[in-house]
């Protein structure tokens, strides 16, 4: 089908556009405060490329957190906008399931436990396992420190996302330090590969709903905390 994807909820921007012969055009660039003045004119290169109107789109495919606060807020009002415009859905996606995918494009995963820098010393996380049915989700998202991480049950998980670096990797539990470790971000190219799934069990919605997934309410530490933490 023709579909439009995109993420901005790290600091990568990935975009990419798929005819419905199965043909793709990707973008890559830097995320954070670039991706709100690059999004837009990347999809429409893309689609540009790929032969395709915004109207020929089956949905507009989004990353819709959690992640960066202002990269989800810019994945929501531009997937509103051009959704809008061309009267097609969008597809919102949770950045997470999207991480699970890219490690098993990428590594064959089956098990995942996704992993994603939620700042302020914490992790987003949740755990994915993939069969015959497609992606089930194991456990809920949530936020929180390194250090209380849980493994799920059973063998052959892997970690995969993007908080393996020095801020966090020692502060993982004993039990978790131990496993493979992918490094994965949720893709365009793994929002392809969700969406039929995702369509077929009739994800999506009207421009009106493309909304954030925050998982956490808080942007920012008060100077009290900051101190507290430093401490």
Not at 52 to 80: E, H, M, W, Y
């Amino acid at each position: 089908m023709n579909l439009l994807a995109f993420d901005t909820s790290t600091e990568h921007l990935s975009v990419a556009a798929q005819r419905a012969d199965g043909r793709r055009w990707q973008h890559q660039g830097p995320g954070g405060a670039q991706a709100s003045a690059a999004l837009i004119p990347a999809a429409l290169a893309l689609l540009a490329e790929a032969g395709l109107a915004l109207g020929d789109l089956r949905a507009i495919v989004f990353g819709r957190g959690p992640g960066s606060f202002t990269g989800l807020r810019t994945a929501c009002s531009v997937a509103q906008g051009l959704a809008f415009g061309a009267g097609v859905p969008v597809l919102p996606v949770d950045t997470l399931l999207a991480v699970a995918e890219a490690a098993r494009q990428s590594h064959g995963a089956a098990r995942v436990l996704a992993l994603l820098d939620a700042r302020m010393g914490e992790l987003y996380s949740a755990a994915y396992a993939h069969g015959a049915g497609g992606w089930q989700p194991l456990r809920d998202m949530a936020v929180a420190p390194p250090e209380a991480l849980a493994a799920p049950p059973g063998d052959g998980w892997v970690l995969a996302g993007n908080a393996f670096g020095a801020e966090y990797a020692g502060r993982l539990p004993p039990a978790l330090r131990a496993w493979p470790r992918i490094d994965a971000l949720p893709t365009a190219a793994a929002l392809l590969g969700l969406a039929p799934a995702l369509l077929a069990a009739g994800r999506a919605v009207p421009a009106d709903q493309a909304l954030p997934l925050y998982i956490r309410d808080k942007v920012a530490q008060t100077t009290a905390e900051r101190a507290a933490a430093a401490r």
